[in-house]
């Protein structure tokens, strides 16, 4: 069995958190090295790019999230095999990405600045996500993005939903999913249940 070591922000969520899902599904034992946000500056310092998560297996430092989620989701089973479901799990995981980066964007910015940049992305990018994301998923049938069973897809939306409404993010309202798309309220709450995410956070907790 490999060594693995996940990096990533002492946060429940991120770009991380489907990773860590993703591993606890396979039954992948793995150390999970979290740090502080003032930790950051110092962490970067050792990985590829400046950024996280990152991935050591087996002393191999691997970068780039939606890499690592699709790597460990086909191991825990959680990656379609069909080639056409497979790409709808991959758009559904590129669009969380692009909204991840337009948020990201953001976090350098404070006082007017970010409360005028966050009511941008409001008004515009983050809603036409949402409904978008919203759309796809009741034409597959409300429950799952792809494949009608649980995927890395489900955990990539079901972490970056949490997120949006957690009300960790000023000037974002934390009712807007729940105004603009309840059927993605819905699924965060399906997953939150479905048996191996529930134990995972059983154990966090």
Sequence with gaps: MPKI???????DGGRGEPIRLALHCAGLPFEDHRFTFPEFAEVRKNTPFGQ???VDIDGQTLTQSTALCR????????????DYQALLCDEVMDVIE?????????????GDALKTAREALVAGPLTTYIQWLEARL????????????????DFKVFVTTRWLSSGQLDHI????????APTLVAH?????NEP??????????
Aim: no cysteine.
């Design 5 to 11: 070591k996940v990096t990533y922000f002492d946060v």
């Design 52 to 54: 996280v998560p990152t």
């Design 71 to 82: 790597y460990f989701g086909k191991q825990a089973g959680l990656y379609p095999k069909d």
């Design 98 to 110: 692009d909204m991840t980066h337009k948020l990201v964007a953001t976090f350098g910015l404070s």
């Design 138 to 153: 009741i034409k597959q049938g409300e429950k799952y993005f792809a494949d009608n069973r649980l995927s890395i897809a």
């Design 173 to 180: 309202p934390t009712d807007l999913v729940k105004k603009l």
């Design 188 to 192: 965060e709450q399906h997953i939150a």
């Design 196 to 205: 191996k995410v529930k134990a995972y956070y059983d154990k966090r907790a």
